[in-house]
């Protein structure tokens, strides 16, 4: 069975302040996808990165990056020096399969950040 | 523009009646999928499509049905069987290349709001 768990429901944070949104994945499949969604208060879900499984490398874009551990199943998320702007409620997704992979997304729970001014 | 439209934003739906989301892409995307949101959890799916005239359940398919007639529409009904609509629905769609192994990025709409009334 796939899974996926982010076990911070909420997080509080002054602006400026690095914060880390964790999230840990389960799958047997050798082949899958690593997805962050934000979603802000207006309710779209506004796509931020995939990784595969086979490219272990940690991303970095602006204040966003990205560390990916196979060892530990972890996707964690970091947004460097943290602005207002980054209020909302961060999810990530597991997809699975090689060829099979039929794009569906299996979601954690969600993590509700809050930035103050 | 290219995008996800759905609509209407929001709807009330009165016990025992039919209702339908709409779900419109310009993005020439194959794949299309319909989650359901609930206040402070995760995205859960629904139904999808990879191509026209065809859909398979995902994971909450009881009490909905759907229609792809249309590469760009798939439209969601929630008819008098579903117990408990009130939720937040999320369309989303993706380029399908079957059997390439590729993990599809998934782009959402906008979100429609149903409320029971």
């Known amino acids: 069975a796939q899974k996926v768990t982010q076990a911070q429901t909420e997080i509080s944070v002054v602006e400026k302040e690095d914060v880390t949104l964790d999230c840990v994945y389960e799958t047997r499949d050798t082949t899958y996808y690593l997805f962050w969604y934000k979603q802000p208060p207006s309710g779209e879900l506004v796509f931020l990165i995939r990784r595969n499984s086979f490219d272990e490398q940690n991303e970095i874009s602006g204040r966003y990056s990205w560390n990916f551990q196979k060892s530990t199943s972890s996707f964690n998320f970091t947004i460097t020096a943290s602005q207002v702007v980054d209020s909302a409620v961060y999810f990530c997704a597991l997809s699975v399969g090689g060829s099979s992979n039929t794009g569906k997304l299996i979601f954690g729970q969600g993590t509700t950040l809050q930035v103050k001014p | 523009d290219g995008g996800i439209t759905q609509s209407p934003k929001y709807l009330f739906r009165k016990e025992g009646q039919n209702v339908t989301l709409s779900c419109e892409q310009n993005l020439n995307h194959d794949a299309m999928y319909w989650y359901r949101q609930d206040p402070g959890q995760g995205l859960r799916l629904i139904y999808y499509?990879?191509?026209?005239?065809?859909?398979q359940k995902g994971d909450i398919a009881e009490g909905y049905s759907v229609s792809r007639e249309k590469k760009e529409s798939f439209p969601l009904t929630v008819t008098s069987a579903q117990k408990n609509p009130t939720a937040f629905y999320l369309c989303?769609?993706?380029?399908?290349?079957?059997?390439?192994?590729?993990?599809?990025?998934?782009?959402f709409g906008e979100g429609s709001w149903l409320t029971v009334v």
């Open positions: 499509s990879q191509i026209v005239n065809d859909f």
């Open positions: 989303a769609s993706s380029i399908s290349r079957p059997g390439t192994g590729q993990g599809n990025t998934i782009y």
